[in-house]
Each structure stands twice: as C-alpha cells, then as structure tokens.
C-alpha cells in the first residue's frame, strides 16, 4: 500500500500540473471554451485507454498463476518497471525546471488548429503516458500484495498528488519543488533498486542467472518476509530475509550509481532567444 501510494501519489501529481498548466494557459489567451472540451476528451480517452490495457497485461500475466511463464513474466515486469521508473526520474529532474515553458510552446502550436483536437492530442498523450506508467508500477508491485492494499494506496496517493498539485498551483515558488521532487525521486529509486532486485531473484529460480544457492544470511527468524512489517519493508525497500550475493550487489551497485548522481543533476532553464 505504502509503495502504491508514493507512485500514484507522483504521477498524478505531475498528471495534474501539466493539466493545470493547459488550463490556465488556455485561461490566459481567452480560448474558445470549445477547446476546454477538447483536452477533457484527450484525457477520458487516454485514462479509459490505459485502464483496458492495464486489465489485458493484468489478466493475461495471472491467467498463469503457478507457473514457470509467470515467473519469467513477473521478472521481466520488474525489470522493466525498474528501468522506466529510473528513466522517469532522470527526466523529471531534467526538465521539471523549463516544462512549463515546453508545455506552452506546445499548446500556441496546438491551438493553430481551431476545431481543437491537436490540443486534445497534447493532453491526452501527457496523461495517458502518465497512467501508462503508472499500470507497468502498480502490475509489478500486485505481484506482492493484495488488491485491497494496491485500492486504498491508489486512493491515498492520488489524493495526495492532487492535494500538492493544487497546493503548488496556487502557491508557486513558496513551496520547495526541488525538496519535494528530490524526496519523492529518492523513494522512485529505491523502489526501483527493490524491483531489480526481485527481478535477480525470478531469474536466479528460472537458472537464467547464477549464483541461486550462494545465500549472504537468513534473517527470517527476526524478521519474516511473510510479516506485516517484512512484506512492507520487502515491496519498499526491498528487504529480503536470505538475499543472494547477486541480489544484493544489484541492489547496492544500483544505490550507489543513481542516488548521488540525481541528487546532483539540476535542469537548467532554457533561454529565451
């Protein structure tokens, strides 16, 4: 639930700014109020889009429950999971400084088009990138926990996201966004390093990877993965009661080489010529 809620929480937030960016740029110029339909359109389409496409992948993976298909399926969920949510946070710290500025030159484009449907393009594919993404997360963290636990997360986080959206939309500059952005990116990527690890795991089962038998410690006697606590601590952090050495030389080497690398990079805003 913990690890739902910080990634519904992270994109519905950036969902939601550029949403508002749209709306109050289009405020601004005094658009036809037809072209406020338009973006609702593009963002219904794109959200019902990626709600069917998120059933299909969900269905089709746990159609083979117990068997050796899923655990390929689950390995490669979580490796790719891993790499987009580290690409995804790169991107952000790179370009949350001037996306604003992007997102207008965009929309004068778009607005060239007078019935609208270029604009409704623009907002759609945004969102529905947004909610792309989040179906690839929350498909690998379902691996993990119940349904319950991924509903009330979903519901904690969105709400949050939205909250800090509007909280940022009308209060700009007074609040830290590069605080708020380095904390939330930080959790992304440990997430990610608990996915890549989960990922070694399925593969070292499946024998596409060596070093299965080669266990570091068994800490289950103290904390079980099966616990409240270790099955939290598990699909957040990564925790792991009897972790392999590959498992956490993955985990370790992934901390080490993004961490302090995003916490480094800063956008530079682009200027204007």
Do not use: C
């Not at 390995?75 to 891993?82: P, W």
């Not at 963290?141 to 349904?147: A, L």
Request: glycine share 10%.
């Amino acid at each position: 639930m913990l690890a739902t809620a910080v990634i519904f929480a992270r994109e519905s937030l950036e969902a939601s700014l550029i949403v508002a960016i749209i709306f109050s740029y289009l405020k601004q110029t005094q658009a036809s109020r037809n072209l406020y339909g338009q973006v609702w359109m593009g963002i219904l389409i794109a959200l019902t889009v990626d709600g069917i496409l998120g059933m299909v992948i969900w269905f089709t993976i746990h159609a083979y429950t117990g068997t050796s298909l899923q655990t390929v399926l689950e390995a490669i969920t979580y490796v790719f999971a891993a790499i987009l949510l580290t690409a995804m946070s790169f991107w952000m710290k790179n370009h949350s400084p001037h996306l604003k500025h992007d997102l207008q030159e965009n929309i004068e484009k778009s607005l060239n088009d007078s019935k609208g449907w270029t604009l409704g393009l623009l907002a759609g594919v945004t969102v529905g990138r947004e909610g792309l993404e989040t179906t690839i997360f929350i498909l690998a963290i379902s691996f993990q926990t119940t349904s319950g636990a991924i509903i009330w997360g979903a519901l904690l986080g969105l709400g949050t996201g939205l909250y800090a959206s509007y909280v940022i939309y009308h209060l700009g500059r007074k609040l830290p966004l590069k605080s708020f952005f380095n904390v939330f990116g930080t959790l992304l990527l440990i997430f990610a390093s608990a996915l890549l690890a989960d990922g070694v795991e399925d593969f070292q089962t499946l024998h596409w990877l060596p070093g299965g038998h080669w266990i570091l410690w068994n800490t289950g006697h103290i904390l079980s993965e099966s616990s409240v606590l270790g099955d939290i601590l598990h699909t957040f952090i990564g925790y792991a009661q009897s972790p392999t050495g590959l498992q956490m030389a993955v985990y370790v080497g992934f901390l080490l080489l993004t961490i302090p690398r995003y916490l480094t990079v800063s956008g530079k805003i682009p200027v204007k010529s």
